[in-house]
């Protein structure tokens, strides 16, 4: 199973980006799929989650911002709106065939991370 991960880059702050991963590999679909992110000298966080019914969970600090969406089996997106500063990291997409909330959750497959860079 292969994780690839697009998008990111650079952008002003308040602009918006799009990330999507790509599953491969697999005749089955992942129950969960999800977008982590860690900046420098941070721990890896959960940034949404999505379930193959379509149930989304966000992160608090990109709830109203963020759009997780499942586009096709197993592909994922990102869409992000309104960035911040703050929202600069490297970010991974994971996939799962466990349902899982993602949270201290290391398991699965991971994508390769992408960057994003929110100047001000």
């Known amino acids: 199973v292969q994780l690839q991960a697009f998008g990111g880059g650079l952008v002003q702050a308040g602009g918006s980006l799009r990330l999507s991963c790509v599953g491969s590999?697999?005749?089955?679909?992942?129950?969960?799929m999800a977008w982590y992110r860690q900046a420098p000298g941070k721990q890896r966080e959960l940034v949404a989650t999505?379930?193959?019914?379509?149930?989304t969970n966000y992160a608090d600090s990109v709830k109203g911002r963020f759009d997780i969406s499942r586009d096709a089996r197993n592909t994922v997106s990102l869409q992000m709106n309104s960035l911040k500063v703050e929202d600069s990291a490297v970010y991974y997409c994971?996939?799962?065939?466990?349902?899982?909330?993602?949270?201290?959750?290391?398991?699965?497959?991971w994508g390769q991370g992408t960057q994003v860079t929110v100047s001000s």
């Open positions: 999505i379930t193959s019914g379509g149930t």
């Open positions: 590999g697999t005749i089955f679909t992942f129950n969960t």
């Open positions: 994971n996939a799962r065939f466990y349902s899982s909330s993602g949270i201290g959750d290391r398991g699965g497959y």
